[in-house]
């Protein structure tokens, strides 16, 4: 399943720019731009962009998604494109100060990824692979060059929004990929005293993972940070399952803030 690795950005066009002058900007190629976004023949001439256009921009690094902030971006409208909640894109860039203020050319963590299609593939196939409405797909790569409902091409970059809730994110692992113990679960989360759980089942119902607790780097009201290695109480008895990762409430002890990632093992 081609997840592309690296550091990515989403980068809207403004007057004046030029491939190269954003490829320079962001460490990456014209070259893979062109691929990513289809600005190529028989969809564009090449090298031609149109301020207001959407692209993916990557360069080796750490397995991150970036918004570069736009004139006219703010937390709700990013959001929305994301299928996530302002408390949560604030929560998660602690270098914000208040959530009404984000300024172009900052750069923000997404909860998000970039998946790169294969012959073969269409948008209900990606939705499907990675257990997330297809509404969620379209939203997310709105504004995009190259991009159609209708038609996809090998080698053409989405951005695929990651599982959340209004208090928990899961950055790791990423839906749809396989997990083996010491697997890294990671992500933030606004949790009491910062105590969240998650759980492990593969697609017959056996339990491969009983409820076990996840200990954030700070409790609520803020998002503090997780990271710990998946441990299995049982081997999987089938190809796929769900990770839960969710709290408990304090008054009845029911599940919530429940996010579920689809595995496989």
Do not use: C
């Amino acid at each position: 399943m081609p997840i592309v690795s690296g550091m990515h950005f989403v980068y809207t066009v403004q007057p004046g720019d030029t491939l190269f002058s954003i490829a320079r900007r962001f460490g990456s190629s014209v070259a893979d731009i062109e691929s990513a976004n289809a600005l190529y023949p028989p969809f564009t001439d090449p090298g031609l962009i149109f301020p207001g256009q959407v692209l993916i921009v990557t360069r080796p690094g750490t397995n991150q998604t970036s918004q570069v902030i736009a004139p006219g971006d703010n937390l709700y409208r990013l959001a929305q494109r994301y299928s996530t909640t302002v408390d949560l894109l604030f929560g998660i860039n602690p270098q914000l100060a208040d959530p009404g203020l984000i300024y172009v050319n900052d750069q923000l963590l997404i909860p998000a990824f970039v998946y790169q299609v294969e012959t073969g593939d269409t948008l209900n196939k990606i939705a499907s692979q990675f257990g997330m409405p297809l509404s969620d797909v379209l939203k997310a790569n709105e504004q995009r060059p190259g991009f159609s409902p209708d038609v996809i091409y090998p080698g053409y970059r989405f951005l695929i929004p990651l599982p959340s809730s209004a208090n928990i994110v899961v950055f790791s692992p990423f839906p749809g990929t396989q997990i083996t113990r010491g697997t890294k679960l990671a992500g933030f989360a606004r949790a009491f005293e910062g105590a969240i759980l998650y759980k492990i089942a593969d697609a017959n119902g056996t339990t491969v993972t009983n409820e076990a607790p996840i200990q954030a780097s700070e409790g609520g009201p803020a998002f503090g940070s997780y990271s710990i290695p998946i441990k299995f109480d049982r081997n999987p008895t089938a190809q796929t399952g769900e990770l839960w990762v969710y709290a408990r409430s304090a008054n009845d002890g029911s599940i919530i803030d429940l996010v579920k990632v689809r595995v496989l093992f």
